[in-house]
């Protein structure tokens, strides 16, 4: 907010700021650029995008701005070429209010300079003309004005608090006093002071609310509120400290007396269970030594138990000896008896099968000779086939051979023959043209007729010529001399004509050239053309005959092979021959095999019979012999033959194993030891059971020694009771002597919370105070700012009436940004808004700031940057008349990548950026 003061002066200074010119070098993406818009009216600069319109604008800011050339600021070395090449220079003339001024900021030479070319002529240089230029700057155009009429691509409006613009203020005020005026007379006007001095009243009642609570809607302490508060909350976060200490100090002191006692209980018990734990050991040691004599005990019973179990395998094993021997005899005798009754049938059938055999190996040797002699006739024939087909594939391969010559052959007649219908065509053409210039020459020449004897002679130009019996004719364009004896006679036409002799002579000329074209000697012009063009002719017939026969020859190549190249042709041939040599070959091996002369003819039909009579008692011998393998006798011999010998062989492995074991121990003698073993193991098993008798449970050394673990657990458990006792007496005594001076701790942290209560609450009735005061100064503030901001409502609604018709009515907040718009009956917050006609209101906003500012004649520039990229067709329209309206009074300098959205502007003048940055390059 101004104060009252700012205001006074701001009026008193009429708002003019005019760019004349604006001059770029070495600056981001623009080598050099020149731009000189309009002083009223709209300047639309475009291009594609990245071209460098808005580096120009940014380079004007820059230049606007406060950083001096001398500047590191990664801010402004950004806009610098890369790659080290120069820095940026910028200069611009400008009308700041009277005056006319030039201003350049030199980064690569690090110079500003500032010249005032009027009123009168002044110079400034380095960081004087900085400040002279920021001081002509101000009086014209304020700051927060030129802030909010510069839109850079992208930048949203609705953040900046237009109430903060002191010339809209000042202009608003002066609109608001002239309306109260003209309604309620100058006693209920506002006046100016009154206003700064509610503005400065308010701003005072802001700064201290300000400094105690945040202005969000929970009201957040903050400043000297938020410290007190913050102390109050640390100052009880040591209470809860020192009265944690000093509780636990209490709870260390009842620790230290429990474990004592724990300790004192558990030294009473230790004598005690000492004692129990040596008794336990001496019953461990008897018990040990009885457990021992048992061990013996047992370890003698079960050795001669075990001997009685291997004297009784032994016996076992024995009678199993015995038994299979005997199955095994009584198996071998049975197997004899069955063989000598399978032995004759089965020699019959054997002898029958080797009749069989040698009748069936005879048959086969026929079938095998058949067999061959059959396969050498198809041989013969496949060979006779195959090469029956190569011999006609050969002669076809040849013919296409032939053919395929003469095509070429002929083919490359025709095309050296440059006796085309074409050439001919042409030649005539160019004979037509001939004759029609020698016609028109002889239309336009003087004729001249000279008679005389036969034979007699005249000087043609030069030349001797004989007359004919006609005499002599000529057709005569220019002067021509023609010597008649000791006489000359010089002929001159009505006209000169020659150049229709020089269209004769290039018309000659062309058909000589087309002659040459076609091998042809060249002709004069009193040589018979006729006769040529009949010649020519002849020879364009007798080449179109060429042709037809090529054609005929094309055909019956084509005729001869089908679907087939004359390659593929020549490859069937050579893969036949192959095929015939194989073949060949195989009937060659054939005949060795069959046994066949090399003369002598194999009949197919008739080896095909002797094969299928070959096979046929081949298969019946074959059928004999397989009926005969199958004999049972036969299997059956062999089989009673293989279990005789079988049984004969475990005969004799088991009689021989029985009679080794009898060798080591008669039947006898393994009885008695048997016997002997189980009395002795009788004997031991009674000894163990007596001694078991006599000790009782003193022999349970595991029972005796789980008593002594259990007492040694408890003398452990009290030993460690009383060690953990004493340390932690020792720790809790360390912990407690820490603990000196918790309880004076805690009656200090209880005074210092109970002060600082009393600061916050002191504080919280200051803070409540300014709140009341603040709401009760800003209400009556908001009265009158409403006031003043109606001539600023009425000037942005005229302007939107343009865009969104007559019945729109647009609503603003406390900063003079439109907060809902009304189009009749409807009301829709700016947020509800699409996104095109939320950029269209801010872009009023910023129109109907100027037009209020200017109003004395004296317009405001306008910078827009990439705006209305969201506006549909007709707002487009719409904006392009407001954009106009604005620039009879403003200048207004947009930059677009699209002109034709601003190419309804009424008077707007278009400069492209290549052809800115051409005239940049060519300024000195």
Not at 33 to 50: D, K, R, Y
Not at 564 to 592: K, N
């Amino acid at each position: 907010m101004t104060t009252s003061n700012e205001a006074s002066s701001n009026t008193q200074t009429k708002a003019s700021f005019v760019l004349e010119s604006l001059d770029v070098r070495n600056f981001a993406g623009i080598e050099s650029a020149h731009f000189a818009p309009s002083a009223t009216g709209v300047t639309v600069i475009h291009g594609s995008n990245e071209a460098g319109k808005s580096s120009l604008m940014n380079a004007f800011g820059l230049l606007l701005s406060d950083w001096k050339v001398s500047t590191s600021s990664k801010k402004v070395s950004i806009y610098f070429p890369v790659g080290g090449g120069s820095k940026s220079k910028i200069t611009a003339r400008l009308r700041l209010g009277e005056n006319l001024v030039e201003y350049t900021k030199d980064f690569e030479g690090k110079k500003m300079q500032l010249d005032v070319l009027r009123p009168s002529v002044r110079n400034y240089t380095g960081d004087q003309a900085m400040e002279k230029f920021n001081e002509l700057l101000n009086e014209s155009i304020d700051s927060a004005l030129r802030e909010a009429l510069f839109v850079s691509q992208g930048q949203r409006l609705d953040a900046l608090d237009f109430t903060a613009i002191p010339s809209l203020s000042s202009a608003l005020r002066s609109a608001g006093d002239d309306a109260s005026d003209a309604t309620a007379g100058t006693g209920a006007s506002i006046s100016e002071g009154d206003q700064g001095a509610a503005e400065l009243l308010v701003h005072l009642i802001d700064e201290e609310d300000k400094k105690l609570q945040d202005r969000r809607a929970n009201r957040n302490p903050k400043g000297e509120l938020a410290t007190a508060e913050a102390d109050l909350a640390s100052a009880k976060e040591a209470l809860a400290t020192a009265r944690s200490d000093y509780d636990n100090a209490q709870e260390a002191i009842y620790a230290i007396e429990s474990k004592q006692a724990q300790r004192a209980a558990a030294e009473a018990d230790l004598p005690e269970a000492q004692k129990e734990y040596d008794e336990y050991a001496k019953r461990l040691e008897a018990a040990k030594k009885v457990a021992e004599t048992l061990r013996t005990l047992e370890s003698e019973l079960e050795l001669k138990d075990s001997q009685v179990g291997r004297w009784k395998e032994a016996t076992e094993a024995r009678d199993s000896q015995k038994s299979a021997l005997g199955k095994l005899e009584q198996s071998l005798k049975d197997a004899r008896e069955a063989l000598r009754g399978v032995q004759k049938q089965a020699d019959e059938q054997h002898a029958e099968r080797d009749e069989a055999k040698k009748a069936f190996d005879s048959a086969h040797a026929a079938y095998v000779l058949a067999d061959k002699r059959a396969k050498l006739a198809a041989a013969l024939k496949s060979a006779e086939e195959v090469q029956e087909r190569l011999d006609g594939l050969t002669e076809e391969r040849d013919s296409a051979v032939k053919l395929d010559s003469q095509v070429a052959e002929l083919a490359q007649k025709v095309a050296r023959d440059p006796a085309t219908p074409k050439a001919e065509q042409k030649i005539r053409e160019a004979m037509t043209d001939l004759e029609a210039q020698i016609k028109i020459r002889d239309a336009g020449a003087t004729s001249v007729h000279i008679t005389g004897p036969t034979g007699g002679t005249v000087v043609d130009d030069g030349a001797e010529t004989t007359l004919e019996e006609g005499g002599l004719d000529k057709k005569i364009t220019a002067e021509w001399t023609v010597g008649l004896g000791e006489y000359q006679v010089r002929v001159t036409p009505a006209q000169d004509s020659s150049n229709l002799d020089l269209n004769v002579a290039e018309a000659l000329q062309k058909v000589n050239a087309e002659l040459s074209a076609v091998g042809r000697e060249h002709i004069g012009l009193e040589d018979s053309r006729a006769e040529v063009l009949e010649e020519l002719g002849q020879a364009v017939r007798a080449r179109n005959e060429e042709e037809e026969n090529l054609r005929d020859l094309r055909a019956n190549l084509k005729a001869t092979l089908g679907k087939r190249t004359l390659s593929d042709l020549t490859g069937q041939v050579g893969s036949l021959t192959a095929e015939v040599e194989r073949l060949q070959e195989r009937c060659d091996v054939l005949r060795s095999d069959a046994n066949v002369g090399a003369d002598e003819n194999v009949d197919e039909a008739a080896a095909v019979t002797a094969l299928e009579s070959a096979t046929l008692a081949r298969d019946e011998a074959n059928e004999r012999l397989l009926s005969l393998q199958s004999s049972d006798a036969i299997e059956r011999k062999i089989q009673h033959e293989a279990k005789v010998e079988n049984l004969q062989q475990q005969l004799e492995v088991v009689t021989k194993d029985l009679n080794t074991a009898r060798e080591r121990c008669s039947d006898e003698d393994l009885k008695a030891k048997h016997m002997q073993a189980t009395q002795a193991v009788a004997a031991a098993r009674e000894k163990l059971e007596s001694k078991r008798l006599e000790v009782g449970e003193l022999g349970d050394v595991a029972d005796v020694q789980a008593s002594l673990d259990g007492a040694q657990s408890r003398v452990n458990m009290l030993n460690q009771q009383m060690q953990e006792c004493r340390v932690d007496i020792a720790a809790l005594n360390a912990k407690l002597g820490q603990a000196r001076g918790s309880a004076e701790a805690k009656e200090q942290a209880e005074a210092e919370v109970k002060r600082l209560g009393g600061v916050v609450a002191r504080l919280r009735r200051q803070a409540d105070a300014a709140e009341l005061l603040h709401r009760v100064v800003q209400a009556s503030r908001k009265r009158m700012q409403e006031k003043y901001s109606e001539p600023y409502r009425k000037a942005l609604n005229k302007l939107s009436g343009m865009v969104f018709g007559s019945d729109v009515d647009l609503d603003v907040d406390e900063k003079f940004q439109v907060s809902s718009r009304a189009i009749g009956n409807v009301r829709l917050d700016k947020e509800q808004l699409s996104g095109g006609a939320q950029e269209q209101v801010e872009i009023l906003q910023l129109l109907a700031i100027a037009r209020l500012v200017g109003h004395d004649g004296n317009g405001v520039p306008i910078f827009l940057d990439d705006v209305l990229g969201f506006s549909d067709t007709d707002r487009a329209k719409s904006m392009n008349k407001v954009l106009g309206a604005l620039g009879k009074d403003n200048q207004i300098i947009v930059l677009t990548c699209d002109k034709d959205r601003f190419s309804r502007i009424p008077g707007v003048e278009f400069q492209s950026i290549d052809s800115v940055k051409k005239a940049g390059a060519s300024q000195p």
